[in-house]
């Protein structure tokens, strides 16, 4: 089922030691759900507060089934931290119900780089790897949902 299908994923520079490995996550995750190379996309953005507009893009552009959004904020000694994570998570849920489009939220929100970097390490525990486990399962609903519907 999932060869089919098609992903995008949006991913921030900022934080990149974390983001990377986040990234790293999605893509294994995606491998080993049998998606292949050229079905994937990587869209890089500056930071967190940037991708609910690109993941809205990817999926306007009607080529994927599903956007894949990784990111890290840390939390820091203002309150800017949770703005973003608010406006990033708000966003995303706007855009994907805007759409219909599938978004999975694999943004980190940490007390630290440390607490960011345990959850961007190997394996299935790895909140990249989660995220896009979720996009290939939300891609299948839909999919299953719009052929009972007709659509």
């Given amino acids: 089922m999932t060869e089919r299908f098609r992903f995008a ?17 999605a ?17 890089r953005v500056p930071g967190a507060f940037e991708i609910p507009l690109a993941a ?22 203002t309150p800017h931290f949770e703005y973003i994570a608010s406006a990033v998570a708000h966003g995303l849920m706007a855009a994907s119900s805007a759409t219909g489009v599938p978004m999975t939220l694999g943004v980190l929100t940490t007390n630290s780089i440390e607490e960011a970097l345990d959850r961007a390490g190997e394996g299935a525990g790895n ?16 999919a299953q949902l719009s052929r009972q519907d007709g659509s």
Avoid: F
Avoid at 9 to 25: C, E, F, W
């Fill in 56 to 77: 809205q893009h990817a999926a306007e552009s009607g080529r994927y089934e599903a956007i894949v959004c990784l990111g890290c904020v840390i939390r820091g000694e």
């Fill in 127 to 142: 909140k990249g790897h989660e995220a896009a486990v979720a996009a290939i399962e939300m891609a299948s609903v839909v």
């Fill in 27 to 43: 893509l294994a995750a995606l491998a080993a759900a049998g998606v292949a190379e050229g079905q994937v996309a990587v869209v």
């Fill in 9 to 25: 994923i949006v991913v921030s520079k900022y934080h990149d030691v974390v983001t990377d490995r986040l990234q790293a996550g």
